[in-house]
């Protein structure tokens, strides 16, 4: 690749990474700013936020959300190789039965 198409390469990655970097920065910001704004003492807005049980049960729930989620991506990463071994086996047998059609098919000399 020439310097002139890496550089172009670079600069499209980085500009990605600005994006996301720039998203969240103002995610961060819009809360804080919601928080700060917000009508509500800091007391009642604690109480909404994490309710009686306090932070451990958020940061719990948090952590079975994760979990859940790992969970599911593991099903579905095995549900994939299984797809992909089936259309390889398919595409095995097809490419033999192509072979020997084409072996049985060809005119001896």
């Keep these: ?9 670079n600069a ?18 819009g809360t804080v700013a919601g928080l700060l704004l917000a009508p509500k003492s800091g007391r009642e807005t604690r109480e909404q936020l994490f309710g009686q049980s306090g932070l451990g049960a958020q940061v719990d729930r948090i952590r079975g959300a994760i979990g859940a989620g790992k969970d599911s991506a593991a099903g579905q990463n095995e549900a994939l190789k299984r797809k992909i071994e089936e259309t390889r086996e398919r595409l095995r047998r ?16």
């Design 12 to 29: 499209a990655t980085t500009a990605g990474g600005g994006r996301r970097g720039g998203f969240v920065f103002g995610a961060v910001i």
């Design 1 to 9: 690749m020439s310097r002139a198409g890496r550089r172009a390469s």
């Design 94 to 109: 097809q490419m033999d039965e192509a072979d020997e059609g084409a072996a049985g098919g060809a005119p001896a000399e």
